[in-house]
T-cell receptor, first 114, second 112 residues
Framework: SAVISQKPSRDICQRGTSLTIQCQVD?????MFWYRQQPGQSLTLIAT?????????ESGFVIDKFPISRPNLTFSTLTVSNMSPEDSSIYLC???????????FGPGTRLTVT | KQEVTQIPAALSVPEGENLVLNCSFT??????LQWFRQDPGKGLTSLLL?????REQTSGRLNASLDKSSGRSTLYIAASQPGDSATYLC???????????FGGGTRVLVKP
């Protein structure tokens, strides 16, 4: 398994601003992912964070809105840009560490945009 | 496109009763299936992972079965306790891209 931490745990932001969320893992991992969970909904994959190259985004998510960095095998950031109230969600990072592709999740960042 | 459905969406049982949570998926070409627990406002805790070649996995009071050909998995929780109250999510993964596709979850309330 892996121990994953996220910062901040929650934030309240004004529309039009940007927030960067950090994800730190206690060991080197190959795969890191970013998910969004809108209120009352299940999880939706935003992108796969690739070490040393551009992230791979899912349909409906674009780099200008959700830029992602992954400078090494233990750390990634997700920025939510030019926020609107519709961006109010829990944002979670996850990692896959073993050959059976089991995924482990961080505690999440609860974002409220006013 | 893979779709994952969980029924019921919510479940309320008295303490001590066994819980049965259902998960169905439309594309049987999966690599594995994972069950998670989520407490309100929190992240996800991995409960059980069943590989596509397996029929079931057990951990303590939890047992998960997988019928890949019919596209179904069931999570059984024996002798439920109030601390089992949470939302339970199932998710399937195809090897390519390692992408998890989640169901909508079942919100469980165990009443003392």
């Amino acid at each position: 398994s892996a121990v994953i931490s996220q910062k901040p745990s929650r934030d309240i932001c004004q529309r039009g601003t940007s927030l960067t969320i950090q994800c730190q893992v206690d060991s080197q991992v190959t795969m890191m992912f970013w998910y969004r969970q809108q209120p009352g909904q299940s999880l939706t994959l935003i992108a796969t964070a690739n070490q040393g190259s551009e992230a791979t985004y899912e349909s409906g998510f674009v780099i200008d809105k959700f830029p992602i960095s992954r400078p090494n095998l233990t750390f990634s950031t997700l920025t939510v840009s030019n926020m609107s109230p519709e961006d109010s969600s829990i944002y979670l990072c996850s990692v896959s560490t073993n050959r059976v592709l089991e995924q482990y999740f961080g505690p999440g960042t609860r974002l409220t945009v006013t | 496109k893979q779709e994952v459905t969980q029924i019921p969406a919510a479940l309320s049982v008295p303490e001590g009763e066994n819980l049965v949570l259902n998960c169905s998926f439309t594309d049987s070409a999966i690599y594995n299936l994972q069950w998670f627990r989520q407490d309100p406002g929190k992240g996800l805790t991995s409960l059980l992972l069943i590989q596509s070649s397996q029929r079931e996995q057990t951990s303590g009071r939890l047992n998960a079965s997988l019928d890949k050909s019919s596209g179904r998995s069931t999570l059984y929780i024996a002798a439920s306790q109030p601390g089992d109250s949470a939302t339970y999510l199932c998710a399937v993964i195809k090897a390519a891209g390692n992408k998890l596709t989640f169901g909508g979850g079942t919100r469980v309330l165990v009443k003392p």
